[in-house]
C-alpha cells in the first residue's frame, strides 16, 4: 500500500500517531503510521464476532512486527552515534 502510494516506510522525526499531526493532514504519513491510523483498530470495526475474533490475532502479529522494527530501527540508530 505505502509503496504503490510512494510513502516512505518510516521517519524517525515522524510522531507515529498523531492524526492531528501536519503530515498526517496533508496526507503524507509514512507506512508505519498507516498502522496506527487504521490497521491497529481494525478489530474494533468488525461487524460481526466472527470477524473480530479473526481479526484479535492478526492485530497481534501486527504489534509484534511494529514492535521488533521499532526495535531494530533504534539499535540501527543508536550504532550510527
Same mark, same amino acid.
Given at each position: $500500500? /505505502? /509503496? @504503490? !502510494?510512494?510513502? %516512505?516506510?518510516? +521517519?524517525? +522525526? %515522524?510522531?507515529?500517531? +498523531?492524526?492531528?499531526?501536519?503530515? $498526517?493532514?496533508? /496526507?503524507?504519513?509514512?507506512?508505519?503510521?498507516? *498502522?496506527? &491510523?487504521?490497521?491497529?483498530?481494525?478489530?474494533?470495526?468488525?461487524?460481526?464476532?466472527? #470477524? !473480530?475474533?479473526?481479526? #484479535?490475532? !492478526?492485530? %497481534? @502479529?501486527?504489534?509484534?512486527?511494529? &514492535?521488533? *522494527?521499532?526495535?531494530?530501527?533504534?539499535?540501527? *540508530?543508536?550504532? !550510527?552515534?
Amino acid at each position: $500500500f /505505502g /509503496g @504503490a !502510494r510512494s510513502r %516512505a516506510l518510516y +521517519d524517525p +522525526d %515522524a510522531p507515529l500517531s +498523531d492524526p492531528d499531526a501536519p503530515m $498526517f493532514q496533508e /496526507g503524507k504519513a509514512t507506512t508505519l503510521n498507516h *498502522f496506527h &491510523e487504521k490497521l491497529l483498530l481494525l478489530p474494533e470495526l468488525m461487524k460481526t464476532k466472527t #470477524g !473480530r475474533e479473526m481479526a #484479535g490475532p !492478526r492485530r %497481534a @502479529a501486527m504489534v509484534a512486527f511494529l &514492535e521488533t *522494527f521499532q526495535r531494530e530501527a533504534l539499535d540501527d *540508530f543508536e550504532s !550510527r552515534l
